[in-house]
Every structure is written in structure tokens, then in C-alpha cells.
């Protein structure tokens, strides 16, 4: 079947439909493919209910390493814009929303909680000097420290992780 997320779903609907109006007490149609096809009518609602869910558990986790509630917003809207800029990539290029891209996003997510949450609480833990006067001051040189303690580290991960990632982008599978 060509075209399973687009034309299997209202396929597999009309054929439950006619098996409840038409057929006897517990009819049911089964067929090898219908189990491809049955991913594409779930997977949006159960895609927004993982990322919610895993949302509220960085929220959550954040919170109680940072506590910090302004810092905790910060951490969760880049991990939202990261899930956001996923979504306009598979909807700019075409892609289907199906497990594979739905791995990836919550994957994804988990890495900008890592990278973000080291970054953050650095941040929280760099004491500045006596020679900064002003807040502003204090938070340059705050942000300067994380981002030279912690930057390099995030940086160096992210890149390997790049780097293992380069040897599949060759392979003629979808799944890669």
C-alpha cells in the first residue's frame, strides 16, 4: 500500500466503520498491513501526550536541581523551541510524522535538557569576583564562566554526537 499515513487512515476507519454498522457482534477486520497503518491514526495524539509528559518531567527535575524558577523557564522554553524547530523542520521537508521522527523529537529533547540544564547550573554555582559592583556585572561574568566552564564540554558532546551520526547519513534507509 502506497501512501500509508495519508490514505490507510481513512481506510482503516471506513472498514471499522462498516464492520460496527454492518457486521455481527464482534467483527473485527485484521490484515498484516492494518498494524503499519494503525501507527499513523495514533501517533499524533500520542506523540503531544509523550512530548507533554516529558515536558512536565523537565520541569519538574529542573526545577529541584536548579532551584531557580526564572532560570527553570529559561531551560524549559529552549527545550520547547528545540521541539519546535523539529517540527517545522519535518513539516518544511516533507517528512512524515511517523515513530522514527517521533524517536528523534523526544530524543531531542533529552539532549537540550543536558545541554542546556549543564549550562544553567553552572551558571548558578560560579560565585563572581568582589570586583563585580552591578548585577549586570555579576551576570556577565557569570555567564562568561558557564559558558567557558560548560561550553566547551556541551560543545565537544554535541559534536561527537555529530560525528558518530555523519557514517549513517550515507545509508539509503529511511530509518537513517
Not at 498484516?32 to 512536565?56: A, D, H, M, N, T
Not at 517521533?102 to 540544564?117: E, F, Q, R
Not at 560560579?126 to 556577565?140: F, G, L
Not at 566547551?152 to 560525528?163: D, E, I, K, M, N
Amino acid at each position: 500500500m502506497e501512501g500509508h499515513a495519508s490514505d490507510g487512515v481513512p481506510f482503516i476507519d471506513d472498514m471499522l466503520r462498516i464492520a460496527f454498522d454492518f457486521g455481527p457482534d464482534e467483527t473485527w477486520a485484521n490484515n498484516r498491513e492494518f498494524v503499519e497503518i494503525e501507527q499513523y491514526r495514533v501517533f499524533k495524539p500520542e506523540l503531544i501526550e509523550s512530548v507533554g509528559y516529558s515536558l512536565i518531567a523537565v520541569a519538574i527535575v529542573v526545577a529541584f536541581i536548579t532551584v531557580n524558577l526564572h532560570l527553570s523557564i529559561l531551560i524549559l522554553i529552549s527545550v520547547c523551541l528545540v521541539d519546535f524547530y523539529l517540527v517545522a523542520v519535518v513539516y518544511y521537508w516533507d517528512m512524515t510524522l511517523n515513530m522514527f521522527t517521533g524517536i528523534s523529537m523526544v530524543i531531542a529533547l533529552g539532549i537540550a535538557v543536558d545541554y542546556s540544564t549543564h549550562i544553567a547550573h553552572t551558571y548558578l554555582m560560579v560565585e563572581p569576583p568582589a570586583s563585580c559592583h552591578t548585577n549586570r556585572e555579576k551576570r556577565h561574568f557569570k555567564a562568561k564562566k558557564a559558558v567557558s566552564q560548560m561550553g566547551s564540554s556541551v560543545f565537544h558532546a554535541a559534536f561527537s554526537s555529530f560525528l558518530s551520526l555523519i557514517p549513517i547519513a550515507f545509508a539509503e534507509s529511511y530509518h537513517f
